[in-house]
DNA sequence: CCAAAGAATGGAGATCCACC
DNA sequence: GGTGGATCTCCATTCTTTGG
């Protein structure tokens, strides 16, 4: 028993102990963390359960864990944080903190992107801490965003000045052949972060896993990054709304129910879940049917617009995710396809490709390979759960509904 | 009309598997 | 066992829309 590092780069992994107290820690392993068994069938199931249920709906970067239980887990990113890209990592987050796991965000404040006429700064979208605030009001859990260290404070007005022009204005940490790739260890944010990650691992060591994390987010240094964060929010919002907030529309739920009835018999009667809302919060996408980034941003409205409690049965709103141009009708709605792509045939194809690439249940055991018979063992008891794609994962977990042009899947409890 | 923000797409890298 | 195609995932650029 001890300490254990779940990465999927090692770098990473070696510069979080490196600069935490884990650094003094002896009985410390270092384990590669597979991300899905669609995307890694060899090895997937030989992650430990509780890791499993983390990854259940997407695979942060690092996770660290302590006498076979999660302590926190951490997300990089060196996007530009506008629109909805700032979100695209958010159902790992939330998988996260749904798990009772601190999560720690590492973002810019803002990058540096040349487009055709103009060198700018893209500022993060500023909704991602009111994301990350609902969902620590509801679990009481920290989910954290700390600035990836950047040239923004000092060259905001002249980017083009900005000493780390060829990284869009990012510090990476100096000791690039040991750290490749990770944020500069000297930036403010992240030696606030290596702080924050010491609270969790001494209220860990003093009050054991479980009690440790439910303590951590009274901890000094972290109820004044919660307060900062706020702040920040409440700077940045102004009076206008933000993406993925204006792909949105509200709608009465009877609105939803007519259009459910066009894919179903007169006989046939809607459950009494979506029914039990008087209105829904439908996400507008006119994309091809695909995963990044709608699959975050969808789990972000969750939190942002219909959960009130821990589960998705607590829901104000209903949440429905709808693919292609949707109009609201006097008393239903209309989805039109404009793109490639956007049939539900589309979504039933990536269903049964999954399926038949991954699921082995199907087999005889003198068929089995000897790498196969847990993974066998594994479906036998969650059938494809960690088997489909992505975000099949995540739509279905999130969505109280999806629709089409041509049809829909929805929950009746 | 231009700049900023938003929405959507394309592409790279990793891995697996069928086939030779 | 080498190789090419298919799949999955992540990254972030590019195209589109909006607002002053």
Known sequence: MGYRIWYSTQNLADYIIDYTILAGEVNIEKKKMYE??????????????????????????????????????????TEAGTGHNAFQRFARLAASVENNVPSFYIYPEASIVHRTNSITWDKINPLILQALKKAMDIYQIPALLYYFPSDFNEYQDNPHKSPNLQSKGLKFDQNFL????????????????????????????????????????????????????????????????????????????????????NF?????????????????????????????????????????????????????????????????????????????????????????????RSNILSKSFSEL??????????????????SKVKHIRVYSYFADAILFHDGALWRDG
């Open 178 to 261: 040991i750290y490749s790739g990770c944020p500069d260890s000297t930036g403010i944010d992240m030696v606030d972060m290596f702080n924050a990650m010491n609270s969790i691992l001494q209220e860990v060591s003093t009050f054991g896993v479980i009690d440790g994390r439910n303590r951590v987010i009274r901890s000094h240094n972290i109820v004044n990054k919660v307060d900062e964060m706020e702040a920040i929010y409440h700077a940045r919002v102004g009076d206008r709304e933000w993406s993925p907030l204006t792909s949105t529309i509200e709608v009465p739920t009877s609105k939803l129910i007519n259009y459910l009835s």
């Open 36 to 77: 899905s068994d669609a995307n890694n069938a060899k090895n997937f199931h030989s992650l430990l359960d509780h890791i499993k249920k983390i990854l259940y709906l997407d695979a942060p970067d690092l996770i660290v864990e302590k006498d076979l239980e999660p302590i926190f887990s951490i997300e990089i990113s």
């Open 369 to 386: 390979h000897n790498h196969e018979i847990s993974r066998y063992y594994m479906q036998v008891r969650y059938g494809s759960m960690f």
């Open 264 to 356: 179903h018999t007169n006989i046939y009667n809607v459950g009494d879940l979506l029914n039990s809302r008087e209105r829904t919060i439908i996400y507008c996408v006119n994309a091809k049917f695909r995963g990044d980034p709608y699959p975050g941003a969808l789990a972000a409205i969750d939190y942002l617009k219909t959960r009130q409690g821990k589960t998705f049965e607590e829901r104000y709103f209903n949440l429905v995710l709808a693919w292609g141009k949707v109009e609201e009708t006097e008393d239903s709605l209309s989805i039109e396809s404009t793109k490639t792509d956007q049939d539900i045939s589309t979504f039933f194809t990536q269903v049964e490709s999954s399926e038949n």
